[in-house]
């Protein structure tokens, strides 16, 4: 069971870690500095069977020598926004598909986001199953593109 909370979203189940066994690859790196957000995103995420890393700033991602899966990214964040973040995973992991989640976002950011390569543009609160929905679609896209450089 789930409940809309803080960030709209927050997995009934949370307290007791939500710890389901990871999906093999499906790893969702989500990077959000509300960390009220980062954990109910963290769970919901988790609960729908996938491998998840946080991180509270897109410094602590771009420290990550091994980027792998799809991130989950805030646009704003204090030491380096979510656009910021996008360009420099561009040269860092190319393929990587990144999902912007964000409280405040508006038209011109989101093309520019999109403009840049992001799968989707999703605004907080989000619906849950919007918010899933996203994340496969970003895995089944990133699947699509690594069998077709193949």
């Given at each position: 069971m789930f409940?809309?909370?803080?960030?709209?979203?927050?997995?009934?189940?949370?307290?007791a870690g939500c710890a389901l066994p990871?999906?093999?690859?499906?790893?969702v790196h989500i990077v959000d500095d509300d960390e009220i957000v980062l954990h109910s995103a963290a769970c919901l995420v988790e609960a729908a069977g996938y491998e998840v890393r946080r991180y509270t700033?897109?410094?602590n991602l771009l420290d990550q020598?091994?980027?792998s899966g799809l991130i989950l990214l805030d646009i704003d964040m204090?030491?380096?926004d979510g656009l910021a973040v996008q360009k420099a995973l561009?040269?860092?992991?190319?393929?990587?598909?990144?999902i912007f989640l964000t409280g405040h976002g508006d038209d011109i950011m989101r093309a520019r986001a999109m403009?840049?390569?992001a799968?989707?543009?999703i605004a907080k609160p989000v619906r849950q199953d919007v918010l899933l929905e996203a994340i496969a679609t970003g895995f089944d896209e990133a699947g699509r593109t690594n069998r077709s450089r193949a």
């Open positions: 409940h809309v909370g803080i960030g709209g979203l927050l997995h009934a189940g949370c307290a990871p999906m093999t690859a499906r790893i700033s897109g410094l020598t091994d980027l204090p030491d380096l561009s040269d860092k992991a190319p393929s990587l598909p990144v403009h840049a390569g799968i989707d543009f």
